[in-house]
């Protein structure tokens, strides 16, 4: 999995990046919420990236934020939201305002989005509800410890959810190595 790209900005046509790195020469997906804030071609960058592979393709999508790869890995696994859509989504709200539209269940903001229909709006919210902190928009926290972070990650992309993933590492200790602690982990879910 590439997990971040941090090189120079060879060319700019949204939605993609072609960022080189190494002399090799990356092309990024990103939302219009990442393309604004990217510097003049030629500058460095960094950007928090997802990997989808497939049979006929591998795309990678970069993020400005980790809170906005959070929220496009969450839409991608809502059942009909491809990769394109998650960041149409991306592009035409931010993180926050789609955390107040799934906490307040607001299907105006979703289906101004291009592609969005009623019943995917539906879903999203549905699906979506309790994904983020209210207050915030950004995913809720998984411990205190950096660390943490990483075994909540391997939780959920071993199929475990947000709720399942936060309570098992609340009785990690947090000076816990990762691989201990998400043996720790799995042991916790599996007496669940």
Known sequence: MIGRIAGKIL??????????????????????????????????????????????????????????REAFRQLIRVSGVGAKTALAVLSGMSVAELAQAVAGGDLAPLTRVPGIGKKTAERLLLELRGKFAPATGELPASGSAPEHGDIVNALLALGYNDREAARAVKTLDPDVAVPEGIRQALRLLSKA
């Open 11 to 68: 060319e700019k046509r949204p939605p993609l990046v072609l960022v080189d790195v190494g002399g090799v020469g990356y092309e990024i997906d990103v939302p219009m919420s990442t393309f604004y804030t990217l510097p003049e071609i030629g500058a460095g960058t960094l950007l928090h990236t997802h990997l989808i592979v497939r049979e006929d393709a591998h795309l990678l999508f970069g993020f400005a934020t980790p809170s906005e």
